[in-house]
């Protein structure tokens, strides 16, 4: 393709862009009036009756069906716990087969968001806050309304695993590449995969310096940076028994990748000059000089094999999905399968869920939700409809888990300590979103109420619309601190989301 | 495993090449700390309370995320290696420090500390050279997990240790602590405020406030301290029980107003950066101001982390260094005859290389210069012993740097023992494991 090709072609997506532009900035508030129309009309919505009441036995305990729901999803939406009661073990094959699920609802919601669609050669065409606000926009209404909702786990559980901050460099331009052609291709796919294409993810490039890994002469010294990060995050773990020698060796052999920075903007390429192409002893390894760009995939198979590897992805899927206490003998069995496997992703998950640990009561509600969770469970426990627009991502950002904002490589943290300054944000939201007083996100609580045929009555409370959010009937203090309240009608269904019960996970 | 064997020799060595006369003994604690030592100090000191309401004073933490390059902040100008390693990157003009003592090395300033400069020169900051953790793990995660923690590295691990070093200073007060006697600036919750009896993380104070559109904010209070108190979860139990009294006291306080009121009657004599760490300590002094009962507070300063094109004088550490002087003058000039009650420390993971890398930044190193600002403790120095620096061939088990001759612990203990009149016993209480050495009291 000639250059003067190129630049004509340049200008004329240029002006394109910029018709798109004014067309979608005159005409928004119509469009998202049909769209959530259409998405409601495609199944978003609360059904005429739900029948399951989130109670097994006594009540005391968390219902299994309901535990599952809220670890292989952002949370029940209305409807959802009675369609897996009604499938038994098919809905998680379901859910394992992505492709198999009609997801046209949610497609609807999110395909407003025209920059995500460009390729990365042409997204420096938007202004950053357009792709910041855009990108978070779709994360958010993806979790809220796809049906796919295990891929969605798994997406963000991959987004803090490889976590790349837009806030660093071009990242902004590059992470909605990273994220389709990397995360949500093999988010249930090999983990081989996914490490190899972070590895060559322009964005990774950026975030970790290894696009700036050069080694051109005698004395040059690599960067160490994506190197570090790709052994001590990325696979083996911290204390996986790699060296600095290690680390080091890594970054000799990942040296020379390099990124177009003018036409084909973003794309990477491999500059045999700026690589050093001696012979490299990584973990025990040798590999041989003269590699070239082939190095990468030799320092990927020596990592799959390494059981490090296979411990430590084994040990953060069993703790996302079952316990932050994984049982060693679960993570041992995962950490089998994936050796089994070469890095197979879904026989981890199958065996995860199907385990004693998950389903243990003592396992049931002990997760503590992440800002991200929480407002994503909130939103689709009441049906609600939105365009997850400007207020919703300020929310997000208040609470500190702004989407692909997290400033280093080892992404938002899975603990609860972190998070637990974040409780009077979330009253304040739960409280909002039951007053229906967020802008762009209302809720139908008489709906629902009909739907569970529910009144805020005491009795009804607590023993539908309570179980109904929680998955059990309230214990003698939760009952208490309900019947002593002032509040009333959706003020005490506000508490409910406030409570500690609605916290956990 | 034979790997630690190796890893504790390779402290040793580094030490007693590097130590020279004194510096030796300052040196064992790292390789020798834990240990049985510390029983006995610890039965003897479990009686022992500190009596946080006896004084005003309080502890400000600022920490550098990511690793600062604290050799081109405090700059070795007079040593050539440095020059050398750095053909890039050095900090040629550097403002030189008046020096303390006769014959101390003649130290720079990076140019962008230029505010903290008449600081150092009225004797109220000092820096502390080589300090570090005996962490050879590299990780930030780990290296910064073990300094909230107060922790020490053994046997290739992290030692697990309960709470954070801030949180077991407050358990041990005589007293009840106020809600806003431990507050984290920013979202997130500092580790090493963990286990303090109360702990308030804030973004700014004007966002403090529970927002019931429909109903009456007591009757919204009411029924979550209901419910958080009958929960089972302490963990979650005690943040709420944090949030509730913290959402009491700043209304009590009529904090915004206050604030706005100062700034009116100050004028702006004082600039804080439009930064998270600006305004954080725009917020913190706020809090000091209104004699809320602070005792401690945490703030953190992100991007250190220069693997790539670090610049010199100018570029993008210039950017962070800029960010914190500014900050860090403005928040002790706003606190005024205050700032002899308020120390602050700025703290980071870990140092970097001393050479530059081929992308002209710098790779993860061991030990870094800190910085100890206000309060009581004596400043117009640079304490601790310069280490060199010395060619890295990389190929080792632990990535190097500048030398630690000063165990971060040590220096930490010294400070609060200054802030807060604490008797010594409390070091292996605050510090599991330390043997406890002076710092402050050094020649520089």
Redesign the interface.
């Known amino acids: 393709m000639s250059d003067s090709k190129t630049v004509r072609e340049e200008i004329s997506r240029r002006r394109m862009l910029y018709v798109l532009a004014c067309f979608y900035g005159a005409s928004l508030t119509g469009c998202e009036l049909v769209r959530s129309s259409i998405s409601q009309n495609l199944g978003h919505r609360i059904p005429d009756s739900i029948k399951s009441s989130g109670i097994v036995g006594s009540g005391r305990e968390v219902d299994l069906d309901f535990h599952t729901l809220s670890r292989i999803s952002f949370g029940p939406f209305p409807g959802d716990l009675d369609r897996l009661k009604a499938m038994g073990a098919s809905y998680l094959e379901e859910q394992l087969h992505p492709d198999s699920i009609d997801d046209k609802a949610a497609d609807v919601r999110v395909r407003r968001f025209e920059s995500l669609e460009f390729d990365m050669h042409n997204m420096h065409e938007f202004k950053k806050e357009v792709l910041r606000s855009d990108m978070a926009r779709f994360t958010m209404l993806k979790a809220i309304y796809s049906r796919r909702q295990l891929l969605e786990c798994l997406v963000e559980f991959w987004s803090d695993h490889f976590n790349i901050s837009i806030d660093k460099g071009d990242c902004i331009y590059l992470k909605p590449a990273d994220q389709n052609n990397v995360i949500r291709k093999h988010a249930l796919g090999n983990f081989r995969d996914l490490v190899l294409g972070s590895a060559r993810s322009p964005a990774m490039l950026i975030y970790?310096?290894g696009k700036?890994?050069?080694?051109?002469k005698a004395g040059?010294?690599?960067?160490?940076?994506y190197a570090?990060e790709l052994l001590?995050l990325h696979t083996m773990g911290?204390?996986g028994?790699y060296?600095?020698?290690d680390?080091?060796e890594v970054a000799r052999a990942l040296s020379g990748f390099k990124l177009h920075d003018r036409y084909r903007r973003g794309e990477v390429y491999f500059d045999r000059s700026c690589h050093d192409d001696g012979p490299k002893k990584i973990l025990g390894h040798v590999i041989a000089g003269g590699g070239g760009e082939g190095d990468l995939e030799q320092v990927i198979d020596i990592l799959m094999k390494h059981p490090s590897t296979a411990h430590y992805v084994a040990y953060k899927l069993s703790r996302y999905f079952v316990s932050d206490n994984p049982d060693p003998q679960l993570v041992k069995e995962l950490a089998d399968t994936f050796k089994e496997t070469k890095g197979e992703i879904k026989p981890m998950l199958r065996q995860a869920l199907a385990s004693d640990q998950f389903k243990s009561s003592l396992s049931r509600a002990t997760k503590?939700k992440r800002p991200f969770r929480f407002m994503v469970s909130s939103i689709r426990a009441l049906a609600g409809d939105t365009n997850a627009g400007a207020p919703l991502v300020r929310y997000l950002e208040?609470?500190?888990q702004p989407v692909f904002q997290y400033?280093?490589p080892?992404g938002y943290?899975m603990e609860?300590?972190?998070?637990?300054?974040?409780?009077?944000w979330r009253?304040?939201f739960a409280?909002?979103l039951c007053?229906n007083?967020i802008e762009s996100l209302s809720v139908d609580l008489p709906r629902l109420g009909e739907a569970l045929n529910a009144d805020y009555s005491p009795p009804k409370f607590q023993n539908k619309i309570f179980p109904y959010l929680v998955g059990r009937l309230p214990?003698?203090?939760?009952r208490?601190?309900?019947s002593?309240?002032?509040?009333k009608e959706?003020?005490l269904l506000a508490?409910i989301l406030?409570?500690?019960a609605f916290?956990?996970h | 495993m034979p790997e630690n064997t190796k890893n504790s020799k390779d402290i040793k060595n580094t030490k007693d090449t590097a130590g020279k006369g004194k510096q030796q003994a300052q040196s064992q604690p790292l390789s020798e700390s834990g240990g049985q030592q510390t029983r006995p100090g610890g039965r003897a000191a479990a009686a022992l309370t500190v009596d946080f309401a006896a004084s005003e004073h309080c502890l400000v933490v600022i920490f550098l995320r990511g690793g600062a390059d604290t050799l081109n902040m405090l700059v070795p100008s007079f040593d050539d290696d440095y020059h050398r390693f750095r053909p890039t990157i050095a900090i040629g003009k550097s403002l030189p420090l008046p020096a303390s003592a006769p014959g101390a090395l003649a130290y720079g300033l990076h140019p962008q500390l230029a505010p903290l400069l008449p600081l150092y020169e009225s004797g109220e900051l000092s820096f502390v050279q080589a300090v570090g953790t005996d962490n050879l793990s590299g990780s930030h995660f780990e290296a910064q997990d073990q300094m909230e923690h107060g922790s020490t590295f053994k046997g290739g691990h992290v030692e697990p240790v309960s709470g954070g070093y801030l949180g077991r200073l407050l358990a041990l007060s005589s007293g009840p602590l106020g809600p806003l006697s431990a507050v984290s600036m920013g979202t997130n919750v500092a580790e090493s405020l963990r286990g303090a009896p109360s702990i308030a993380a804030l973004s700014g104070i004007d966002e403090v406030v529970l927002e019931a559109p429909t109903a009456e904010t007591a009757a919204v209070s009411a029924t979550l301290a209901k419910l958080y108190g009958a929960c089972s979860n302490k963990e979650l139990a005690g943040a709420a029980t944090s949030t509730l009294q913290m959402l009491e006291r700043i209304k009590a306080l009529g904090l915004r107003q206050q604030q706005e009121n100062l700034r009116k009657l100050k004028g702006a004599n004082w600039q804080y950066p439009d930064s998270e760490l600006g305004q954080g300590l725009r917020d913190l002094c706020g809090l000091i101001k209104a004699r809320v009962g602070l005792k401690v507070a945490c703030i953190d300063s992100d991007g250190w982390d220069t693997h790539f094109v670090q610049g010199n004088e100018e570029g993008l550490q210039a950017g962070f260094i800029r960010d914190l002087g500014n900050s860090l003058r403005a928040f002790q000039d706003d606190l005024g005859p205050l700032r002899k009650q308020v120390t602050t420390v700025v703290l980071t993971e870990f140092g970097r290389r001393v050479y530059q890398n081929s992308s002209l930044g710098t790779d993860h190193g061991r030990g870094f210069a800190a910085i100890i600002c206000g309060g009581a403790i004596k400043g117009g120095r640079v304490v601790g012993v310069y280490p060199g620096l010395k060619e890295d061939p990389s190929l080792t088990l632990a990535p190097t740097g500048l030398s630690v001759l000063i165990d971060y612990r040590d220096l930490l203990f010294d400070v609060m023992k200054q802030t807060f009149s604490i008797d010594e016993r409390l070091a292996a209480v605050v510090f599991p494991g330390i043997r406890y050495k002076q710092i402050l009291s050094l020649p520089g």
């Open positions: 970790l310096d700036d890994n050069h080694v051109s040059d010294r690599p960067n160490e940076n570090r001590e911290v204390y028994g060296t600095q020698q680390v080091y503590f208040r609470m500190g400033p280093t080892d943290p609860s300590q972190p998070w637990m300054g974040t409780l009077l009253w304040n409280m909002a007053a007083k214990d003698e203090g939760e208490q601190a309900f002593e309240s002032k509040l959706q003020e508490m406030c409570s500690p916290q956990m």
